[in-house]
C-alpha cells in the first residue's frame, strides 16, 4: 500500500512538473531516391503507412502535447485520412510545407500553441521511433534547454581531402550519429531559426541552426532501430525491425 502511495505521488508530481510540447512532424519531402510515385510518408510498412507509425509514436508519448503536421499541399488529404483512421487526439494542425526542410519547420514553428515551452521537431520519415525516447528528449531539453537524440558511431571514421586522401582518423569515443526529434525550448529555436532567415544561413539539421547560437545541445542515446526511411531498402529493414520485436514478443511470451 505504500509503495502504491508513493507510486502516485510521484505520478502527481511529474504532471504537475511537465512543460507544454508541441511535436512538429516534419513530412514534406518528395523523397525522390525512393523511385515511388508518391510521398515516401505514405509508403506502407507491412500494412500501415510510414507517417502512420511516425504520428502513433508521439500519440503514444504523455510528454507531448499536441503535433503539427508540416506537409505538401498536395498530399494534406492523405494525412488527414492517416489521423483519422489512426483515431488521433493529439493533431492540432496540418499545415503546408515550404521549398526545403528548414523552411518547413518555421512554419511549423509559427502554427505551435501559444503555450509551448518546448518544441520537438521530427522526421517523418523515421517511423520506428519509441515513446521513451521521445520522453527522454523532451525531458533533457527540459533540463539543459536543448536536446537531440542519437547513436554512438560503430566504425572507425576517416576525414579524407578533396582527393579522398586520409587526412585524420577521429576518436570515435566522441563520435555520434545525430536522430530527431530534436527538442529546444521554444525560445530558443525559435530565436535559431530567426537569425538563420536574417543571415541566409542555411543547416541540415535544426541542431546546427541553435549551435550557431552558442547554445550547447545534449545528446541522449536512443536507438539503431530509429532509422530514416530514404531509400526502398529502408522499407525492407523497417519492416524486419518490427517483424523482429513482435517474434521477440511472442517468444516472451
Same mark, same amino acid.
Given at each position: 500500500m505504500l509503495?502504491?502511495?508513493?507510486d502516485l505521488w510521484k505520478q502527481g508530481k511529474k504532471n504537475k512538473n511537465k512543460e507544454y510540447c508541441s511535436a512538429i512532424i516534419v513530412a514534406a519531402g518528395k523523397g525522390t531516391r525512393m523511385n515511388a510515385s508518391k510521398n515516401k510518408q505514405f509508403l506502407n510498412i507491412i500494412d500501415r503507412p510510414v &507517417?502512420? /507509425?511516425? &504520428?502513433?509514436?508521439?500519440?503514444? @508519448?504523455e510528454m507531448i502535447n499536441e503535433m503539427i503536421i508540416?506537409?505538401?499541399?498536395q498530399d494534406i488529404? &492523405? @494525412?488527414k485520412e492517416i489521423v483519422d483512421i489512426s483515431e488521433l487526439t493529439k493533431v492540432a494542425k496540418?499545415?503546408? *510545407?515550404? +521549398? %526545403?526542410?528548414?523552411?518547413?519547420? /518555421?512554419k511549423g514553428l509559427q502554427e505551435i500553441n501559444s503555450?509551448?515551452?518546448?518544441?520537438?521537431?521530427?522526421? *517523418?520519415?523515421r517511423p520506428l521511433i519509441l515513446p521513451e525516447h521521445i520522453e527522454a528528449s523532451v525531458e533533457a531539453a527540459a533540463q539543459h534547454n536543448a536536446a537531440a537524440i542519437g547513436v554512438k558511431v560503430k566504425d572507425t571514421i576517416k576525414l579524407v581531402d578533396d582527393r579522398r586522401n586520409i587526412v585524420n582518423t577521429l576518436d570515435r569515443r566522441f563520435l555520434w550519429a545525430v536522430q530527431t526529434p530534436q527538442t529546444f525550448r521554444t525560445h530558443i529555436i525559435m530565436k535559431a531559426y530567426q537569425e538563420a532567415i536574417e543571415k541566409g544561413i542555411s543547416a541540415t539539421d535544426d541542431c546546427m541552426l541553435v549551435?550557431?547560437?552558442?547554445?550547447?545541445? +545534449?545528446?541522449? %542515446? *536512443?536507438?539503431y532501430d530509429n532509422i530514416k526511411i530514404t531509400t526502398p531498402e529502408d522499407i525492407y529493414m523497417a519492416e524486419a525491425i518490427i517483424e523482429g520485436k513482435a517474434f *521477440?514478443? %511472442?517468444?516472451?511470451e
Open positions: 509503495n502504491k502511495i508513493r &507517417l502512420a /507509425y511516425t &504520428l502513433q509514436a508521439f500519440e503514444d @508519448c508540416v506537409t505538401r499541399e488529404i &492523405l @494525412c496540418i499545415v503546408v *510545407g515550404g +521549398k %526545403e526542410r528548414q523552411d518547413s519547420v /518555421y503555450q509551448a515551452a518546448l518544441v520537438a521537431v521530427h522526421d *517523418g520519415a549551435e550557431r547560437t552558442g547554445v550547447q545541445v +545534449k545528446m541522449v %542515446e *536512443g536507438s *521477440g514478443e %511472442e517468444d516472451d
